[in-house]
């Protein structure tokens, strides 16, 4: 008994870091965000907001209210927002959309709702940008939308887009800003 | 040449009791008691370093300043109050959603010497906690040097730092309708753990 005992304890030990192991989450979950799936043209809330896209389209150009026109590939994505507890902080400050294993953060060339305030109770419309190399437009694509701008176990919405299935138009110009109900 | 023989003869032990032990406890006493004393020290040390770390050094609102109604309250170098609050009834100017209101608040600031500073008020509704911010340009109201939404530091002799200049701080608020008083209206001057509370009913 005195010589199987070490083995036998070797043995439990080996098979509970494999099991140990195998369940762990990897690197970096315990600061994930929590992320809210959500559809084109419904409302879905994380945290401090609550967010409605609704509507996700393509354009080799885009101007913006001042006038500015930019040339690219664009996904342009209109989104209804709100604040929900606080307008401390709450602007639109994370907009991300990630494609294959590039992801790209929501322009700041052109006048757009990202990182504009957000208010409790009170919508407000408009639209982010983003742009794409020409050879991206194609296949699914991840589009994580939120308040803050360190995504750090903080609330995201989520919403996967078919973007081959996105017709490209010729141009876009981006909305104003504005209050949702006018 | 003889042996001597042993002044005291040995006493083999089966004749005299060994001596009692003493009990593990009371021979630990000494480690016990440090470890009495130790670990709520240390407990209360690291808590007390994070909780200072977050919200010490006056960064953060810690400390209410209720200021009685229509009454003042002298916080961080500075009198403030009497408050004064309303609605904005004529929006037909400004552009303003559907379905809210406007709430307007002005603070009067009057230093002791030194400038303070401050950041924007802010607006709780006192029945949920949840907190409106002020709003200018989205409203359509321009930007105006007379209505000041943080504390200014002017002088009124540029050369004497303690003669900062008494000034208002002016607010508006867009709340949804459905969201009724009463509020409080939070002013934290910065570099004081305290805030100051103003309760208005607009």
Redesign the interface.
Known sequence: MKKVLPWLLTLVLLAGAWVQNAVALPDGSSEASFLTPATVGHAATARNLTLTVTDVRAARSITDPTGRTLESTWVVVDVDAEA?????GATLGFAELTVGERTFRATERVQSFFRQ?L?????RSGAVAFELPADALKGTGTLRLGIPSDARYDGLVELTIDLSDIPVEDAITLPTT????? | MTIPTPLVADTPESQTPAPKQPGWWRTNRLALVALLVLVPAIGIGVGWNEWYSYYGYGFRKVTVVEVPDKGTVKVAGAEWGPVRSGEITDTSTLDMPKGTRLLAAIVPVKPDGKAVSCEAPMLVQQSTGREWTPMRSEVGLAYSFDENETCVSDLADEKDPESAQPFSLTVGFVVPDDVTGPFWLDVDPRGDGRFVRFSIDP
């Not at chain 1, 504005?178 to 006018?182: A, D, I, R, V, Y």
């Open positions: 929900i507890d606080s307008q401390y305030r208010v409790p109770g009170v919508p504005h209050w949702t109900h006018t």
